[in-house]
């Protein structure tokens, strides 16, 4: 057996095994438990010191006891570390002043560049995240120098151009962060930085390189081709439309859009291959690849997403040029202990976890099943690609799930087929990037040459999220790693033999044809004679009021497009009287592109304040680009539509006098609607809180519902009296699932429940339909992921 062909060296494995454990336990556990694991590291290596020179005398080999050895010294080593490192967080001066949520200014060093969050902040402005390094905090009166590591939340485009390195000083908010990564704290930035120092020249250059390559693209291709190439070329995102990415993570594509190994491994590929076709001698291709690869890792920033790429890029790369997998087993494991000692934090981090096994796969269950398939007669380069295909998804389908609880089953087909366009975009990508650095039209000529295959990615991954069932729920964590796990064990052991893969395709064949025709259409969806939709949009309002002519009112529109397009799809609404935002908050009009994109809308309507600013800006330009008038409602007008009268109760609050009491005036803000529909009436209120809800009942307004929607997705900003005067019977709660928020308040609900009414929850029933029934009683039912659940 040759060592092409042999087994894998997993000598090392363990050793790096141990290394994450340890480091594992520290960073989720807590210093003292990472000590008293390395005491008992050190304990168990020391007797089996003594078992193996026992052993030794006598004769008996002891290859695997002295790996074993090694591999709980080097962990205990790596245990001691972290548990420096943990006790330094907690004992951190920031961590203090953290707990207590003190306001402070901070100078540190940014990390890597602003992430644009894909939710805007509540006030309609862009919301980015920032990783930094302390370099001085001020707070109480006095300043230190200190070091550590935090993660900031800012607002504005004033954040959006800052480069990594570059130091900053700011005011902010300190808060515990909410991730175990060593970070010591969380700041939420109360303005604009208030000083900016000058980026290093390489971090100049290196931005330079990356907007040209995004203004090349821009010049040369389609918007949504041209938002797509640099993110897979250098993994910047920003201009990727928000339905791409969608569309990308159902097709289980979504590894093509950050920064990877692949892209380094075809990179550094195509670098040797141009060395090799000009004649020129291993050790100047190896500087050659060598100097490409520093220059990458510049351009596509240095964060620990990027070095763990550019080491397992390196790594697969050797695997493939080579075929020895002896050596990439060992490179890969040696890889993994290297980046941890420099970066403890990778050790929680999904995307590496994703990247090890990834690329464990492509060099140990790889190869395998490429030559499984060569024994059965397929084509080498056909099996080739489906292995890489089948191996990455099989090994990284339990993180996933663990980590989004969705599997995807469409992911190996999709990657499977858009495999042969990767790697000429990249190339092209990489040389449209040099050469807009020098000379930006011939870059935007030469980028029209990755236009066919970025069009064939981009439609492989509409048709690929359009597959009905093509994504399924799990239990995420530890529950959904499990079944996972056993299922595609389960399928790996089925598929080796004859008769099991015939009863597999056939489950898999009745499950389609019951399946698929369900996720189709959903028998008993949208109810008969439906009044009101709560569409499930996540963590937000999405309400659909039926007029009973074909038509609909729409009272807010999700944080995002695609979720409230999705659900007035399934109602079939394709024209919209009016369209209504309750206040402006972007977790009620972040999706208002959703509703407005190829239907007819009769108006847009806002309440009476024009603040928060950025809100404003944000729904007048969307209903300026769909060619839609922005109308005013105001309390005590009435509004008839169809068969629904909508009676404008509120605002009743003074309305914010200023940017700066805008975002936490706005909830009160809210128009506060009273339907009157075939199903009864129905009391909408938005964000109101207990001030708009007294003004409320102060006024004598009419407040009692048959239905209420709860206000502010349930939080616990809800009075009891306000209640009281609704006395409705069902209760709809608009909320995401498992949102950071703790919405709904349980104290608010086990009041509900107490007066006798029922609740109806988007993030448990998924969209919420209110009905009549025939016998004339008010009901409601649940599409739950498209089954009826009440």
């Not at 060093?109 to 990783?131: A, V």
């Not at 937000?540 to 609909?552: M, N």
């Not at 769909?626 to 109760?649: H, K, M, N, T, Y």
Request: charged share 15%; hydrophobic share 50%.
């Amino acid at each position: 057996m040759t060592e092409r062909d042999g087994p894998p060296d997993l000598r090392l494995v363990p050793s790096a095994a141990a290394c994450w454990g340890m480091t594992l336990v520290g960073m989720l556990a807590g210093w003292r438990p990472a000590v008293w694991c390395v005491v008992g590291s050190v304990g168990a290596a020391t007797v089996l010191a003594v078992l193996a020179w026992r052993r030794h005398r006598a004769g008996v080999p002891v290859g695997a006891a002295v790996a074993a050895i090694a591999a709980l010294l080097l962990g205990a080593g790596f245990g001691a570390a972290v548990a420096v490192r943990a006790h330094a967080a907690d004992t951190h001066p920031v961590a203090e002043l953290a707990a207590a949520r003190a306001a402070a200014t901070l100078t540190l060093s940014l990390d890597d560049d602003p992430k644009l969050l894909r939710n805007s902040g509540f006030g309609g402005e862009k919301q980015y995240l920032l990783r930094a390094s302390l370099r001085r905090v001020e707070a109480r009166d006095t300043g230190v120098g200190v070091g550590g590591s935090v993660v900031v939340f800012a607002e504005g485009e004033p954040w959006a151009g800052l480069l990594p390195g570059q130091t900053v000083t700011l005011r902010g908010r300190l808060a515990p962060p909410e991730r175990s990564d060593l970070t010591v704290a969380a700041v939420r930035a109360t303005g604009p930085p208030v000083r900016v120092d000058p980026p290093s020249t390489v971090q100049r250059w290196a931005g330079t390189v990356r907007a040209r390559l995004a203004a090349a693209a821009a010049a040369g291709l389609p918007s949504d081709q041209a938002g797509l190439l640099p993110g897979l070329v250098v993994g910047d995102t920003a201009a990727l439309a928000p339905e791409t990415k969608d569309a990308f993570t159902a097709a289980g594509l979504t590894h093509l859009t950050a920064v990877s190994g692949a892209n380094v491994s075809i990179l550094l590929g195509a670098v040797l291959l141009v060395v090799r076709g000009v004649g020129l001698g291993p050790r100047t291709g190896a500087v050659l690849a060598a100097v490409a690869l520093a220059a990458f890792v510049v351009v596509a920033r240095p964060s620990p997403s990027v070095l763990r790429a550019a080491a397992m890029g390196a790594v697969a790369l050797l695997a493939l040029v080579t075929g020895r997998r002896k050596q990439a087993v060992p490179a890969l494991a040696a890889s993994v202990i290297v980046l941890l000692a420099v970066l403890p934090a990778l050790a929680v981090d999904f995307g590496f976890a994703l990247s090890v096994s990834a690329t464990a796969g492509l060099v140990v269950v790889s190869p395998i099943l490429v030559d499984r398939l060569r024994e059965r007669g397929w084509p080498r380069w056909l099996a080739e690609m489906c292995a890489v295909a089948v191996a990455a998804f099989v090994v990284t389908a339990p993180l996933v799930a663990a980590m989004s609880g969705t599997v995807s089953v469409v992911s190996i087909a999709a990657n499977i087929l858009v495999a042969p366009a990767v790697a000429p975009i990249t190339v092209v990508g990489a040389v449209v990037a040099v050469l807009a650095v020098v000379w930006l039209p011939a870059a935007a000529l030469v980028v029209r040459v990755a236009g066919p295959p970025l069009w064939w990615l981009l439609e492989v991954a509409d048709r690929a999220a359009a597959v009905p069932g093509g994504t399924f729920t799990v239990a995420s964590g530890t529950a959904g790693a499990i079944v996972v796990t056993v299922g595609v064990v389960a399928v790996a052991w089925a598929v080796r033999y004859r008769w099991s893969r015939r009863m597999l395709l056939a489950l898999g064949l009745g499950t389609a044809l019951v399946w698929v025709p369900t996720r189709v259409y959903t028998p008993g969806w949208p109810a008969g004679g439906w009044s009101l939709v709560a569409c499930d949009v996540g963590q937000g309002d999405g309400l659909v009021l039926s007029t009973g002519d074909g038509r609909a009112v729409v009272i807010d529109a999700g944080p995002e497009p695609g979720p409230m397009d999705r659900c007035l799809r399934r109602l079939g609404v394709d024209e919209i009287a009016l369209l209504i935002v309750s206040h402006l908050h972007a977790d009620h009009y972040g999706g208002i592109d959703g509703v407005l994109d190829g239907r007819a809308v009769g108006a847009v309507a806002i309440g009476p304040a024009d603040l928060p600013a950025g809100g404003f800006r944000f729904v007048s330009a969307a209903a300026r680009r769909a060619g839609v008038a922005v109308v005013r409602l105001s309390p005590g007008r009435d509004v008839v539509l169809g068969d629904v009268r909508l009676e404008i109760l509120g605002p009743l609050v003074p309305p914010p006098r200023s940017p700066d009491e805008a975002d936490d005036a706005a909830n009160d803000s809210s128009l506060v609607i009273r339907a009157h529909t075939t199903a009864g009436t129905i009391l909408l209120t938005g964000d109101t809180e207990v001030a708009g809800q007294r003004a409320l009942i102060r006024s004598g307004v009419p407040l009692q519902a048959d239905v209420l929607k709860l206000p502010h997705h349930g939080s616990r900003t809800t009075a009891a009296e306000f209640l009281a005067a609704v006395r409705p019977r069902l209760v709809v709660v608009s909320v995401g699932a498992d949102n950071s928020f703790g919405h709904p308040n349980p104290g608010i609900l086990d009041r509900i429940r107490g007066s006798g009414a029922v609740i109806a929850r988007t993030d448990t029933d998924g969209d919420v339909a209110v009905v009549r029934s025939g016998s004339g009683a008010l009901a409601v039912v649940g599409r739950s992921h498209g089954t009826i659940v009440r």
